[in-house]
């Protein structure tokens, strides 16, 4: 089962900052947190990742709660191209595992 | 140009016939995966493996079968044991660390 809980859906009018909000009140201490995007019927693209720390890269900045609990993905300037499904996800490793525990994702529609 | 290949981009299939899905990356990474697809569902892990001639089960493994004979190579089998096989399939390669997961176009497989 997905470790995260996020919208089903979001709005947000292009040249403003989306802002896409991820609970994960379950992580465990050393889990990191993803986020990847995937635009329809194309496979999924890679964003960002963390741990305890934000994070910022040329896509998209990553906030994470100091108790870990949520996080939230900034897209600085939305445009008409980051419309798309972005997923939160949960990376469980283990000695015997490593995988990505996928939920349903928020779909993005950035209007003009 | 370096990435991962899948083809063909769409298969049509009887029901009880065995289907194999090409998935090649010319990356160099060790670690490759295939996830499944629902119509508005995130990925579900079927299949993976970290290194040569090794692979483990994902979630979903049952009715599947992959083998990694070449680090560039990991196809999957699906089949007639699959009770559901109609589906979008998508590949992924990562390296050293498995920090990012590198995916393919997918496969949309229809079975009737």
């Known amino acids: 089962d997905a470790k995260t809980t996020q919208p089903t859906s979001m709005d947000c009018a292009e040249g403003r900052a989306a802002n896409l909000p991820c609970n994960h009140s379950?992580?465990?201490?050393?889990?990191?947190v993803y986020w990847y995007r995937q635009i329809h019927s194309q496979g999924p693209q890679y964003i960002i990742h963390?741990?305890?720390?934000?994070e910022t890269n040329e896509m998209a900045s990553l906030i994470i709660t100091e108790d870990r609990k949520s996080s939230t993905l900034i897209l600085p300037h939305a445009t008409l191209r980051d419309t798309a499904v972005y997923y939160c996800?949960?990376?469980?490793?283990?000695?015997?595992?490593?995988?990505?525990?996928w939920g349903a994702g928020t779909k993005l529609i950035i209007k003009p | 140009d370096g990435g991962i290949t899948q083809s063909p981009k769409y298969l049509f299939r009887k029901e009880g016939q065995n289907v194999t899905l090409s998935c090649e990356q010319n990356?160099?990474?060790?670690?490759m995966y295939w996830y499944r697809q629902d119509p508005g569902q995130g990925l579900r892990l079927i299949y993976y493996?970290?290194?040569?001639?090794?692979?483990q089960k994902g979630d979903i493994a049952e009715g599947y079968s992959v083998s990694r004979e070449k680090k560039e190579s990991f196809p999957l089998t699906v089949t007639s044991a699959q009770k559901n096989p109609t589906a979008f399939y998508l590949c992924a390669s990562s390296g050293q660390g498995n920090y990012e997961q590198y995916f393919g176009p997918g496969t949309r497989l229809t079975v009737t």
């Open positions: 493996s970290q290194i040569v001639n090794d692979f």
């Open positions: 996800i949960v990376r469980v490793a283990t000695e015997s595992n490593d995988q990505l525990i």
């Open positions: 379950t992580i465990s201490g050393n889990e990191y």
């Open positions: 963390g741990l305890k720390n934000n």
């Open positions: 990356l160099n990474h060790d670690a």
